[in-house]
């Protein structure tokens, strides 16, 4: 059964870091050439973080957390990972993985229809 399961969430202080997994079902990484990380915080529109291609391993991520946060995937483990760093109270908001198939990844980073979502995860940046 397809599947994406987050974890890694929790409550830092501002300028800390936290690591994000995301673990799909073998399903997904043969059936979706786009993996990708979305967040949402209370009272504002769904936002994309970052994405990544399955096949190729190249990625794209949003302009706000552009050289802060980073992307990756272990294919033996059906896993992909988000590495968050001097991470800010903006950065608070409940993130989500999500897998589908585009004809580009980095364009379907703004988009908010993709197939498959796992349930998220909270991440918590105090000052």
């Known amino acids: 059964q397809e599947q994406l399961v987050e974890s890694g969430g929790g409550s830092v202080q501002a300028g800390e870091s936290l690591r994000l997994s995301c673990e799909a079902s073998?399903?997904?990484?043969?059936?979706?050439?786009?993996l990708a990380w979305f967040r949402q915080a209370p009272g504002k529109e769904r936002e994309g973080v970052a994405v990544?291609?399955?096949?190729?391993?190249?990625?794209a991520y949003g302009d706000s957390v552009k050289g802060r946060f980073t992307i990756s995937q272990d294919k033996a483990k059906n896993t992909m990972y988000l590495w968050m760093n001097s991470l800010k109270p903006e950065d608070t908001a409940q993130y989500y993985c999500?897998?589908?198939?585009?004809?580009?990844?980095?364009?379907?980073?703004?988009?908010?229809?993709?197939?498959?979502w796992g349930q998220g995860t909270q991440v918590t940046v105090s000052s």
């Open positions: 073998g399903d997904i990484y043969r059936r979706n050439n786009c």
């Open positions: 999500a897998a589908d198939t585009f004809a580009s990844c980095f364009l379907a980073l703004s988009e908010t229809n993709w197939a498959l």
């Open positions: 990544i291609n399955i096949g190729r391993n190249t990625t």
